[in-house]
T-cell receptor, first 115, second 118 residues
Framework: AQSVAQPEDQVNVAEGNPLTVKCTYS??????LFWYVQYPNRGLQFLLK??????LVKGSYGFEAEFNKSQTSFHLKKPSALVSDSALYFC?????????????FGTGTQLKVEL | NAGVTQTPKFQVLKTGQSMTLQCAQD?????MSWYRQDPGMGLRLIHY???????DQGEVPNGYNVSRSTTEDFPLRLLSAAPSQTSVYFC?????????????????FGPGTRLTVL
């Protein structure tokens, strides 16, 4: 089945340390991958996406993600975490459906950055 | 641009009541969709539309109806609310509904409607 998985429900990081939020995918065909962030009581905000080309994708708020085809992963990273990065992060992938495609989401990872 | 707007922000219903969640976008996007967000389950697609007059079911369509009479609006109707429909509902849109660009376009989300069914 075509899907995306986020193996960690929660990630805790100290402010100033690097952070990684993990995502793995399973799709047929080329993977089109997205990361979104959700702050409390808000909608989802787009962070970055991988379509093709350079495996390191840079996005908003200093985030980047590394696409690894052999490991079917698309981990979100930031060199130095901020308390304000604390939020719920979703990985998503486009999957092919009968009539076209749809965006399928992981279950989300809660990031908590502490002083 | 206002982007994707949703009304109301909060709603409490009794079992069996009906209501319509409104969604509008001013970006001339072809593709619009409705998701529900439940703890530990991510976002699940309810219904989607690839253009005015065209709608289709997503993963969890039961209990919900949609229509798309204009490019801008995509309301979600609950005909007879049930406690299992207690959730946060998000509307989203993206520019292309078909072709290669539909795979690569960014989907933009509204602020959500928090619905409680008693």
């Amino acid at each position: 089945a075509q899907s995306v998985a986020q193996p960690e429900d929660q990630v805790n990081v100290a402010e100033g340390n690097p952070l990684t939020v993990k995502c793995t995918y399973s799709v047929s065909g080329n993977p089109y991958l997205f990361w979104y962030v959700q702050y409390p009581n808000r909608g989802l905000q787009f962070l970055l996406k991988y379509i093709t080309g350079d495996n390191l994708v840079k996005g908003s708020y200093g985030f980047e993600a590394e696409f690894n085809k052999s490991q079917t992963s698309f981990h979100l990273k930031k060199p130095s975490a901020l308390v304000s990065d604390s939020a719920l992060y979703f990985c998503a992938v486009r999957v092919i459906t009968g009539g076209g495609n749809k965006l399928t989401f992981g279950t989300g990872t809660q990031l908590k950055v502490e002083l | 641009n206002a982007g994707v707007t949703q009304t109301p922000k909060f709603q409490v219903l009794k079992t069996g009541q009906s209501m319509t969640l409104q969604c509008a976008q001013d970006m001339n996007h072809e593709y619009m969709s409705w998701y529900r967000q439940d703890p530990g389950m991510g976002l699940r697609l309810i219904h989607y539309s690839v253009g005015a007059g065209i709608t289709d079911q997503g993963e969890v369509p039961n209990g919900y109806n949609v229509s798309r009479s204009t490019t801008e609006d995509f309301p979600l109707r609950l005909l007879s609310a049930a406690p299992s429909q207690t959730s946060v509902y998000f509307c989203a849109s993206s520019y292309a509904a078909t072709g290669y660009q539909s795979f690569t376009d960014t989907q933009y989300f509204g602020p959500g409607t928090r619905l409680t069914v008693l």
